[in-house]
Every structure is written in C-alpha cells, then in structure tokens.
C-alpha cells in the first residue's frame, strides 16, 4: 500500500503528492511546521503541538485555514488512511501559492500539509551507551532576526551546523550563539546535570522552545529534581556530571562525550535513566487516542 500524504483537504498517493514550485515555502522557506509522535494509538501532546504551529503561523501572519479542531481531525484520517499505530508526524503550513517576489501578499491561499511515517534519528546503540558530539563553528540565528519560538521552515541555520557534524564524524553537534553561550543542538535542546541539579538553556540564548523539553522539566518538578534553566557555556557541559538531548523524534538520548571531554562517568547517568523512564510512561496516556 502506498503510504497517503494530506495535501489542503484531499489524500494523495505519496509518489504523487506534490505542490506547486511557486509556493513560498519552497521558494523562500514562508512556512512553520511541527514534527507529532505517535506511541500505540496516542497522539503524544497533540495539543501542545497544535498550539505551538498556531502561535507560530500567528507570528509570521500567516492565516491557518483550519481551526485546530479540524486540524486534528485531518491529522487523525491521515493516521487511519496509512493504518499507523506508532508513527511520526509532520505537519506544514506553508504561506502558499504566490510569484517569484518576497511579498506575501501575492499568496492567497495557505496551504497545509500533513504526513505520517515511520521514523528513527539516531541507531538503538546511541540510547544504550550514550551520543558522542562535538560543537561546531556555525552560531545559531540571533532571536532579534528570527525568534526560535517560530518553527519556521527556515532550516538552513541547523543544516549548516549539522554538515559540519557530519563532515567531522559525529550525529549531532551543539549551537553555540553570538555571543558565545550554549543555544541548542542541530535539532534537539539540551540538557546538564551537576551535582543532582538539572539545567537547560532558556529560550533567550537561542533554543526552541521544546515540548520534550518541556515534558522533562515537569517530570524534574514531580521527581523533585531540582531544574533551572540558565545560561549555559562549553565549561559548564565539560564539568557535567550529565548531559543529555531531548526532542520530538530523538526522545530524551544520553550524551557521553562533549568536544572529546568525557562526561561523568562516560555512560549515561542515573537521573538521564530516570527522566527516560518517565518519559516513556507518560507517552502511554498523555495524547489524544484514535482507533484504526
């Protein structure tokens, strides 16, 4: 069976899913998107999700052309059109058909996307012993040029970090921003741990609000593990006794190795393992459930 993409409304075959080359999106990025995973039937945090596409299409003015309950409602028949129980989502929304100028006034008609797949980020290895990652030259966007509260379809930033990962031998690497400080990884926040205390970045430095982000500091609270999110530099990872990353395809992943210093005690950590089964108990209830 061919797997079925949602294009504005109507079901396509994954081989003829396509969209105009005028469309913003693809010619200048205009667009904000939102990655959803799916765990046995439940959409985990569907509704943070949604509200965060919204917030974000609201910030680039950019009219959604569903109301979120609709919007649910197409992401569910996606799901049950390609019969998947455990799955990855992405949705788009792309500011439409338009000509080849900036203005964003020549595109009428928002259009939404939605697909549902299989995905996995990182091999099953990297979970068990834990990510070895590097930082790497390129900074992160300044906020004042595009706020990382927008999950824009502007990826380039993040590319072009992430090549140099990969051109260096690595999975991930970390943004530093302009002005030096821990902003985010290539697709992931994260995390440190010293002496029982957790702390991330805020999303002042550059980060994206992250809802894996947000889910492990609500379990830290519950946990009564003490978390803060502050600023964060090279030395403070070095010194760490933890560090993990978390987002919505990688999950929360243990890192071991930071710039060739190695972490703790080179395997993942106790309150890492902790958050991660925690973390994998709330994927099992906290979502919108749908039946195939």
Do not use: W
Not at 110 to 134: F, R
Not at 172 to 179: C, F, H, Q
Not at 195 to 204: I, S, V
Request: charged fraction near 25%; charge should be positive; aromatic fraction near 8%.
């Amino acid at each position: 069976m061919s797997l079925k993409v949602y294009i504005d409304g109507k079901l396509y075959d994954k081989e003829n899913a396509k969209i105009s080359v005028f469309d913003h999106g693809f010619l200048y990025g205009d667009g904000v998107f939102e990655g959803i995973r799916v765990y046995n039937n439940l959409i985990f945090k569907l509704n943070e999700h949604i509200e965060r596409l919204y917030d974000s299409a609201k910030a680039i003015m950019l009219k959604m052309p569903l109301t979120e309950e609709k919007l649910t409602g197409e992401i569910i028949k996606t799901l049950q059109a390609n019969k998947l129980s455990n799955a990855y989502i992405r949705v788009v929304a792309t500011r439409g058909i338009g000509d080849l100028g900036l203005s964003p006034l020549k595109c009428k008609t928002v259009s939404v996307i939605i697909i549902t797949d299989n995905i996995a980020l990182y091999p099953e290895k990297y979970y068990k012993d834990g990510l070895s990652i590097i930082t790497v030259p390129t900074r992160r966007n300044v906020p004042e040029a595009l706020n990382p509260k927008i999950k824009s379809l502007n990826y380039l930033n993040n590319i072009l970090a992430k090549i140099e990962a990969i051109n260096s031998g690595f999975e991930e690497a970390i943004m530093l921003n302009a002005e030096g400080y821990i902003a985010e990884c290539t697709g992931d926040n994260i995390f440190m741990v010293k002496n029982g205390e957790l702390f991330t970045t805020p999303g002042a430095e550059g980060s994206l609000e992250g809802i894996t982000k947000d889910t492990v500091a609500k379990i830290a609270k519950q946990e009564k593990i003490q978390f803060a999110e502050k600023r964060l530099t090279r030395y403070d990872l070095f010194v760490s006794d933890e560090v993990f990353l978390t987002g919505t395809a990688a999950e929360i992943i243990p890192v071991v190795k930071v710039d060739g210093r190695v972490i703790g005690s080179g395997k993942p950590g106790n309150i890492t393992l902790k958050l991660i089964r925690k973390f994998h108990e709330i994927t099992k209830k906290d979502g919108i459930r749908y039946k195939l």
